[in-house]
């Protein structure tokens, strides 16, 4: 069985940093693009950064020069330095990854979620 499993959520005061990190773990061929999401309570999901496999990074206009996405794929983990944290970015955070069980299939995967919270 494949799955994600994020790590590194919490309390945090604005201001502050946290580390997420997520692990794929399982039967994996290769993992293409990984990426960072969240959501907040009634609201949609909304991509926060995504990284290719070739290390090309996307950011939402929102953490742009805050938050930097990395991937080690030795160890199949994705990781969200988050920096300069305000009160809005207080949400939910998944991990998001396509996986390559085999060299032609492929399955989408979320993780748990990890709940970060920034407050004084």
């Known amino acids: 069985q494949v799955q994600l499993v994020e790590s590194g959520g919490g309390l945090v005061q604005p201001g502050g940093s946290l580390r997420l990190s997520c692990v794929a773990s399982?039967?994996?061929?290769?993992?293409?693009?990984m990426d960072w999401y969240r959501q907040a309570p009634g609201k949609e999901r909304a991509l926060v950064a995504r990284i290719s496999r070739s290390d090309i990074t996307d950011y939402a206009d929102s953490v742009k020069g805050r938050f930097t996405i990395s991937r080690d794929n030795a160890k199949n983990t994705v990781y969200l330095q988050m920096n300069s944290l305000k009160p809005e970015d207080t949400d939910v955070y998944y991990c998001?990854?396509?996986?390559?069980?085999?060299?032609?299939?492929?399955?989408?995967?979320w993780g748990q979620g990890t709940l970060v919270t920034v407050s004084s």
């Open positions: 399982g039967s994996i061929f290769s993992i293409n693009s």
């Open positions: 998001h990854a396509i996986v390559m069980v085999t060299s032609v299939r492929y399955l989408e995967l």
